[in-house]
């Protein structure tokens, strides 16, 4: 065979061979508000399957995320229960001008592990048949002030006012509300739409200002293939589709 045509046989071997060869996988630390646990890592395990990158996720109150990430914390993409702090994150210079966007609009739920405790109004809340109800940090969580915007807008706060046991974030409240610390408690509806037994009231969302959720890409995780491709995929079908089955609304 001539050398011409085997050296012509060869590149087109290596070129195919470029082709079929996959991207390298990479990794992305990703701060990702406690609200959103259970969609997060449904998110995270297709976000893997559809890329081969693997989203690093941690969960936690938006406050305190954005504290970490003001003081160094290596997070590449922040997805916060509010839109204060990538605003924030924004205007601080800790993020990639043009990426913020709402990713999900939470809905708060009352919620009791005794069946037909609430009712379907949150009557319970004027009867005060309980003695502890749990909410996260108002400082701090966004569904913490929705559950006090609520608790006003019924005209009951300042009869309950002692009976409020504040956990870190929501997750600290669910779990006072879970586990029986608290016979009720106000918390993201994600937390319990697939829990069976028990009783819930999911609050009107005229009762509270929007629970909007954004998402930021940091300055972290700019030149990061990861962080890009997570921030992408958050805004694709199969992330809205799961984001839905959680109880969150989207736009």
Excluded: C
Excluded at 138 to 163: D, N, Q
Aim: aromatic share 10%; no cysteine; charged share 15%.
């Amino acid at each position: 065979m001539p050398r011409t045509i085997v050296a012509a046989l060869r590149w087109f071997a290596l070129l195919g061979a470029s082709f079929s060869t996959p991207l390298i996988a990479a990794e992305t630390q990703i701060a990702v508000a406690a609200n959103f646990t259970e969609p997060a890592k449904r998110i995270a395990a297709a976000f893997e399957t559809a890329t081969g990158h693997k989203a690093l996720l941690a969960f936690g109150a938006s406050g305190g995320f954005y504290t970490q990430i003001s003081h160094g914390a290596p997070f590449e993409v922040f997805l916060s229960a509010d839109t204060e702090r990538p605003a924030q994150a924004d205007r601080d210079g800790l993020s990639v001008p043009g990426s913020r966007f709402t990713y999900a609009v939470g809905r708060l739920a009352l919620y009791s592990r005794t069946a037909g405790l609430i009712d379907a109004g949150g009557a319970v809340l004027k009867t005060q048949n309980f003695e502890k109800i749990a909410i996260a940090d108002p400082m701090t969580a966004p569904y913490g002030r929705a559950a006090i915007e609520t608790m006003r807008a019924l005209s009951v706060y300042e009869r309950l006012e002692r009976k409020i046991v504040t956990g870190s974030s929501i997750a600290q409240a669910y779990q006072f509300t879970s586990t029986g610390a608290a016979q009720l408690g106000f918390v993201a509806l994600s937390q319990v739409i697939a829990t069976p037994g028990g009783s819930r009231w999911i609050v009107p969302a005229r009762l509270h200002a929007p629970i909007e959720q954004q998402a930021v890409l940091l300055k972290a995780g700019a030149a990061r293939p990861a962080a890009r491709a997570f921030i992408r995929f958050l805004k694709s079908p199969a992330a809205l589709a799961i984001i839905r089955r959680y109880g969150y609304a989207t736009r």
